[in-house]
């Protein structure tokens, strides 16, 4: 391929018209998801209450792949397929002879890869007679690509942000407001989760979990209410995988196969995205990269975590999840990727790295930020927070390239632009920008509430 030539598209024909279903394909299934009050395997009718049967089926199947509907085809056409690009100039600037490629979700409406999920999970809700969705947002994405999603429907959409991401991002709530959306910082008042917390630290910075359990809270007391989830949830890896899906098809005109793939991971959906359908392909033996998961280093779920059940929230509501956490109890420190703050790892992904499919590695915010400016001055996309931590990785791998003389063809998911995150490269850029590391101190306490549940 040429200097010039660092854009690789596909037209609207070529789009995927199926997500793909990585339990289809997986050596050993997953273990069973449970009640918390009887920790029996949860049934449909457990979750009925929030979610629309439609995701319910999807949640639960064993189809390799599921067709993806044309009203939620109309909407994907608003930005997808999306762009893959070769980052040749940051190669140049490394003076690595890697082939560094990463696939583009920032041309979103949101801005973000969150809408991919968001669309299909309004469209499903909408077809279900649901009003109103509930949820919770971190950083802002997935809140924002939900609102965007619930308008195309007509939907109502109320949003439950982490307090210290609702004071770092107000932006973000212009935005979700633009979208028709109702958004409050949480812990709130509003809710009796909300409350609780703010009994004990009324200054609390809040959590995913904690605003997971407001929504959920919600939810569940309003007949015409249902919740919506932007990660962790078997249905919304799914969606995602149009990600990978495409990009297997823009390497190949590329001519190109990956030997390391690089994800970041919160909960794990932009992750999964991207890896599964070429975990699908490693796994059916047509190629054999190593497939990298990045974390940070304050919210080290899969690389410090325990594998064990847990609340996918802070009050207890959800079903219980085996999965890589900290402990839903877990408050993590206030760094900017907001995304990546949530105390557990999607059962999925963390079962595949149970069954070293994949690896693990964790970064610190300003190793990640120098990659993000390193990658902005190169090739002229501020990032968002959460994939600078992909981004460092892939820069890392690129040098050991540099060193070892091996042209590595790496690929990774730029899952979201920086926009609204522009504070957090002024406090990179000014030296205000502070590490956290999880103590192995504050680890053992967070875990130590984790439910009792064999196996």
């Not at 409406?109 to 299909?120: E, I, L, Q, R």
């Not at 990298?292 to 919210?299: H, K, Q």
Request: glycine fraction near 10%; include cysteine; hydrophobic fraction near 40%.
């Amino acid at each position: 391929m040429t200097e010039a030539a660092t854009k690789i598209v596909l037209s609207e024909s070529e789009m995927p018209r199926r997500w793909y279903n990585i339990m289809a394909d997986l050596p050993s299934p997953p273990p069973a998801v449970l009640h918390p009050g009887t920790l029996q395997p949860v049934g449909p009718d457990d979750l009925a209450p929030l979610f629309p049967m439609a995701l319910i089926e999807q949640e639960v199947t064993q189809e390799r792949y599921v067709p993806i509907p044309d009203e939620v085809l109309d909407v994907y056409r608003l930005w997808r397929p999306s762009p893959l690009f070769r980052a040749h100039r940051l190669e140049r600037a490394l003076g690595t002879p890697a082939r560094i490629y990463y696939k583009y979700e920032g041309v979103s409406p949101a801005g973000s890869h969150k809408p991919n999920t968001a669309v299909p999970q309004a469209y499903y809700n909408a077809a279900a007679g649901i009003r109103r969705l509930t949820t919770e947002t971190g950083a802002g994405q997935w809140g924002t690509a939900l609102a965007f999603a619930s308008a195309q429907f007509g939907l109502e959409c109320e949003i439950w942000q982490v307090r210290a991401s609702y004071d770092q991002k107000p932006y973000r709530k212009v935005m979700i407001e633009t979208f028709g959306g109702t958004i409050h910082p949480s812990p709130s008042d509003l809710t009796a989760a909300g409350r609780a917390i703010l009994a004990k630290d009324p200054a609390s910075p809040g959590s995913l979990g904690i605003a997971i359990s407001e929504a959920v809270e919600v939810a569940a007391q309003h007949p015409d209410t249902n919740y919506a989830l932007g990660s962790v949830l078997n249905h919304v890896l799914l969606h995602q995988t149009i990600i990978g899906e495409e990009a297997l098809l823009q390497l190949a005109k590329a001519g190109d196969v990956p030997d390391v793939i690089v994800g970041c991971t919160g909960g794990g959906s932009n992750f999964a995205g991207l890896a599964f359908p070429f975990l699908r392909e490693k796994l059916a033996g047509t190629m054999s990269p190593t497939i990298r998961a990045v974390e940070p280093a304050s919210c080290p779920s899969l690389t410090k975590g325990v594998y064990a059940y847990d609340f996918g929230d802070t009050a207890g509501m959800t079903p219980l999840m085996k999965m890589h956490t900290l402990g839903h109890d877990f408050i993590p420190d206030p760094i900017h990727a907001g995304g990546l703050r949530y105390h557990g790892m999607a059962p999925l992904i963390s079962h595949v790295y149970e069954l070293g499919l994949i690896e693990a590695v964790a970064k610190t915010q300003r190793e990640c930020f120098e990659a993000g400016v390193r990658f902005a001055r190169t090739e002229g996309i501020i990032p968002a927070p959460e994939p600078t931590h992909a981004l460092a990785a892939c820069i890392e791998e690129a040098l050991r390239c540099k060193e070892t003389g091996e042209p590595k063809v790496i690929l990774t998911a730029l899952c979201g632009h920086g926009h609204l995150d522009l504070a957090a490269y002024g406090a990179f850029l000014s030296g205000g920008l502070a590490d956290h590391e999880l103590s192995d101190e504050a680890l053992a306490a967070a875990v130590a509430t984790l439910p009792q549940v064999s196996g």
